[in-house]
């Protein structure tokens, strides 16, 4: 029997694939639609992950829902635009916040498991793209290598990358290279 798991590229929302809003050296998501906006990379590195064979997900925490502070519109919202314009095979959420008691509030690996459950991938072949240390810590934790894109945001945690880069695009070109 010929195993069919397809490898993916696990793609943080915030700060990978649109702005994130920094205040103080911290990296937050868009307030509405209006404020978001893709980075300059986003689109034509997505078509490249694609064109390569890999299945692309965004695995994003929102945790500002729970809290009261972000209406979950805004973020369907956000997600249906970078949905539409990246052409992304799929965006997982976390509504939760830290300290919920949720496999899937990265730096847990719930989102990335149930969409390799889901869409029949192969995690030992994948990819989590992520801008912060809980984006690393999500694809540690679900055995997928793992690539930061370096903002030089003021925080830091226990996980380390695979590689740091500065740009989507850089992220691509190591994985399509790795993978040749």
Not at 57 to 81: E, F, W
Not at 90 to 109: H, I, R, S
Not at 150 to 165: A, F, H, N
Request: proline share 6%; with cysteine.
């Amino acid at each position: 029997m010929v195993d069919s798991a397809r490898p993916a590229v696990f793609l943080d929302r915030d700060g990978v694939l649109n702005e994130s809003v920094v205040r103080n050296g911290r990296p937050y998501p868009p307030a509405c639609l209006a404020d978001a906006r893709l980075l300059p990379d986003a689109v034509e590195s997505v078509r490249r992950l694609k064109v390569a064979g890999f299945v692309t997900v965004v695995v994003t925490n929102q945790p500002d829902v729970a809290k009261g502070i972000q209406d979950r519109k805004v973020v369907d919202d956000i997600n249906a635009m970078i949905l539409h314009e990246t052409k992304v095979d799929a965006v997982k959420v976390c509504w939760c916040q830290e300290g919920d008691d949720c496999p899937c509030y990265k730096p847990k690996p719930g989102m990335l498991l149930e969409a390799s459950r889901e869409m029949n991938l192969d995690i030992s072949r994948s990819y989590m793209v992520g801008d912060r240390w809980r984006d690393i810590g999500a694809g540690i934790n679900a055995g997928c290598k793992t690539i930061l894109i370096e903002w030089g945001y003021d925080e830091s945690g226990p996980y380390r990358p695979d590689i740091s880069v500065n740009s989507l695009a850089e992220a691509v070109d190591f994985i399509l290279a790795a993978s040749a």
